[in-house]
């Protein structure tokens, strides 16, 4: 694709907006990538309207937290990734990902925008719980500014559990759950956790993954090390 077509594609994405804050980074993206190229061309539409309702700055980094994802797992020529394939309307995950053996998992991603104590992290990873589907691997990507050990997922998972072995039903029905085993059901779909730092630098600590020892279905492993050598890979610089 020449660079016009490029640089037509992602304005296309925002808009049509030249002066867009996300046109000239999803331009190299666009670049740098036929792959992720070729996932934007078959997504334009769900990901013009994703962006078209980032009504704010923190909106539009949600977004590209959900695309970056996407391009760095590009990057690995055995992963194909499809885009909200549940459908945008129903809360299913962001992302489904294949792998050559025709293994299938989903990821599902969350941005952070400030670093949460383990209640308030439980909390969001609670509300990623009901976009949970059954019978396949699935992972909660949670993205932020800082280290992946910084955000601390065995802490927030104690927390929510000593609250559903409290049978604190209220706390996981006003968060859609319907009590503590409604919590239950849903835990057992979530094979993995992964932190991720999704700023510019190189670091092995920029990725860290969690893995659920009572999930009905783990993650394989080898997927999930290719997830984080895709992850490990220098991030562009973030939007002002």
Known sequence: MSAPSIALLARGLTDYDAGHPFTDELTRWLSSSPRFRAFAEAYRPKIHKKVRAAVDGEALRDVRAELLVAHRLLADKRFTVAYEAYGSGIGGPDLTVTDRTMSVFNVEVTRLRKLPGPAALGGTLLTKLRQLPPSVPNVVLVASGHSASAVDIGAAVRDVRARA???????????????????????????????WRDEADEDHERAALWANPSARIA??????????????????????
């Open 165 to 195: 072995d409290a049978k604190d039903d209220a706390f996981f029905d006003r968060r859609g759950l319907k009590s503590a085993r409604g919590f239950y059901e849903r835990f057992l779909r979530l094979s993995a956790v992964i932190t």
């Open 219 to 240: 993650l394989p492993e080898r997927a999930a090390r290719a997830c984080l050598t895709c992850l490990r890979t220098a991030a562009p610089e973030p939007l002002a």
